[in-house]
């Protein structure tokens, strides 16, 4: 068992890798250096209330940020159909209550395959290797109320409407509810 997972993870990240183009991957978390085209995408702090992650008010703010993206491929419209996101993120998030915070490392890569009419939020295919920051809500998602960290190589969908199906190849998701609450 143990040697087909290996081989499982082999072949995955060997796949993964010569999907993406050399110079997707920028040095220390910073743009490569000429004239691609990625550009910086700040990540904006959060409050949310009890109840709409964790079971108490929460909020989260980059401590360092330095994640950019590049448009891979775009409709007839113009609107984007493929980017990839990647760089250093380091968020801490809070348990507005308490005033107990944990900081987390959520470095992910993640091409983003959107369909007609979709956004980085909806009618989109998230395939990821490595850590993000995701909120699953209460009947909105195949896992319970959270605010996770899932890290791994995986993939998240999220419908038209808004729900979030979280689907690993290897790896797993850490609440950072259960770190936080009171």
Known sequence: MRRFTYLA????TAVLLAAVPASAAPDNGRPPSGDDEWVPVPSAPFEQEAG????????????LDRV??????TYPDGSSKREIYTGALIYRVTNT???????VDISGTSV???????????????????PILLGMHKDRSNYPSGMY???????????ESGYRTLRFTVGSAHNLCDDLQP
């Open 9 to 12: 993870v082999a072949t995955a």
């Open 52 to 63: 709409v992650t964790c079971d108490f008010p929460i909020s989260g703010e980059p401590v």
């Open 68 to 73: 950019v993206k590049m448009v891979l491929a």
């Open 97 to 103: 209550s308490t005033g107990e915070s944990v900081e």
């Open 112 to 130: 983003l395959q959107m369909r007609p009419g979709g956004s980085y939020s909806n009618n989109v295919t998230w395939r990821v290797w490595g």
């Open 149 to 159: 960290v899932p890290n791994g190589i995986y993939t998240l969908d999220v419908s």
